[in-house]
């Protein structure tokens, strides 16, 4: 089967249809792992299926924020500003917002020496209208840097352009955001060197200390913002991502040792629903205590953790939705009940909140060409299985550890 082009998809006209506020509970069956200590409010069978409110204190931001934790999402700026049932989707759901691109050097960076930040301050101002808070994403990656940074920078030039991006960037939203991703995934072990990091541009033009220069210049810029840096693959029960881990962890503290200014660390949290033969994404049933080991190493060197870009990929699943919609919920129950159960933990973001725009198949999506359904609503705006996990697994939270 052909796949649909992503333009193709992103100028379908259905609509989302959030303005009902309603949607269907799902079978507990399918409304993920049911906990046996705390049997579920909302017990109900495979054929008692009845419809409930999503919105005002009935959805995820409300949730949350009743357990003492943030949930928001990675915001589609395209759809966005052309879709009105998207960006009632996001009102409805999120206390927080993060740009999904308008944040990152390729949107922000048409030249060398110019900005645009069209992208960037419309997501702002949609967030301050609905008093949202905004996570910036990201300051410096190896990937999405603009096509001309390769021809342009140098080790004569490369501090000078790092510095100049980030006083102008994080210093335009001063005080204004509730975090940065200063550095964006450092990591990468099988590159080989000792220390672990990465080969990445910014590596080979400035040298290791590229990393402790991002974030004292951030600080500099946004005194108010609280400064993370930001992986995937740390979440596997697998050599890779004990290895993965270990190194994050050593980085880590060697920059406390060194005062670099530091707050967060954000585990990126994309999973799947099942074990694929994709090295980084881990299946929910791979995750486990040395995660948590993790979780609280971060949290002992007093920094926070941030799930920042959580969804569940379905990729190695058959393609009955019911099925998939079954096997991603328990997988977000199974990962958030885990890592809610560290104080550390206060922010919970979806990369992404309808399988509409999801990130997951534009590279390498599900071989029958499905969409994928990582998100806790689907393509229609429809609340899926995975909202009442998501839910549930917020509700969870124990109260000494929302209030500590
Ligand atoms: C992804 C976006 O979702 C895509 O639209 C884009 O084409 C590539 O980047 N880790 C990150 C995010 O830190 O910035 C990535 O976002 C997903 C993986």
Redesign the pocket.
């Known amino acids: 089967m052909r796949r649909a082009s992503r333009r193709e998809f992103l100028g379908t006209a259905a609509r989302l249809g959030v303005g009902a506020a309603t949607a269907t509970v799902l079978p507990l069956a399918v409304a993920g792992r049911a906990c046996a200590a705390k049997p579920r409010r909302a017990a109900s069978t495979s054929a008692d299926v009845k419809t409930e409110s999503v919105a005002g204190d009935s959805s995820l931001g409300a949730h949350g924020a009743a357990h003492g934790l943030l949930y928001g999402c ?1 915001v589609n700026m395209n759809a966005l500003g052309a879709d009105a049932a998207y960006a009632a989707l996001v009102r409805e759901q999120c206390r927080i917002v993060v740009a ?2 308008a944040m ?1 050097w390729g949107a922000l960076r048409p030249s060398a020496e110019g900005f645009n930040f069209d992208q960037a301050d419309a997501l702002v101002a949609f967030a301050e209208a609905n008093r949202m808070k905004i996570r910036g ?2 300051l410096v ?1 190896h ?2 840097n603009p096509k001309w940074f390769d021809a342009t920078a140098t080790k004569e030039n490369a501090r000078g352009l790092l510095v100049t991006h980030i006083e102008t960037v994080a210093g335009r939203y001063a005080g204004r955001m509730h975090s940065w991703d200063v550095v ?2 450092a990591i990468d072990v099988a590159g080989g060197r000792a220390d672990g990091l990465r080969n990445s541009v910014w590596l080979r033009l400035i040298d290791e200390d590229y990393i402790e220069l991002a974030f004292k210049t951030a600080r500099e810029a946004d005194p108010q913002a609280l400064l993370t840096y ?1 992986d ?1 693959g740390i979440e596997p029960e697998t050599h890779a991502g004990e290895q993965k881990r270990e190194a994050v962890i050593e980085m880590l503290r060697r920059m406390v040792a060194r005062r670099v200014p530091l707050d967060a660390v954000g585990v ?1 949290s ?1 999973i799947a629903a099942a074990v694929s033969t994709d090295g980084n994404k881990s299946a929910a049933s791979q995750v486990g205590a040395g995660l948590m080991r993790f979780i609280a190493a971060v949290r002992e060197l007093g920094l926070q953790v941030f799930v920042t ?1 959580m969804d569940v990929n379905d990729r190695a699943l058959a393609a009955d939705e019911p099925g998939r919609d079954a096997a991603v919920a328990a997988a977000y129950r199974q990962y958030l009940e885990m890592v809610l159960g560290d104080p550390a933990v206060r922010l919970v973001l979806t ?1 992404g909140i309808t399988d509409r725009y999801t ?1 997951l198949g ?1 590279e390498d999506g599900r071989a029958d060409g499905k969409l994928e359904r990582p998100l806790p609503f689907d393509a229609e705006g429809k609340a899926k299985a995975a909202f009442f996990a998501m839910r549930g697994a917020f509700d969870q939270r124990e109260a000494a550890v929302s209030h500590g």
Do not use: G, R
Request: aromatic letters at 22%.
């Open positions: 990675a999904e691109n990152k994403h990201n990656w990937q999405n964006n995934e930001n995937y990126q994309h870009e990369w990130w534009h």
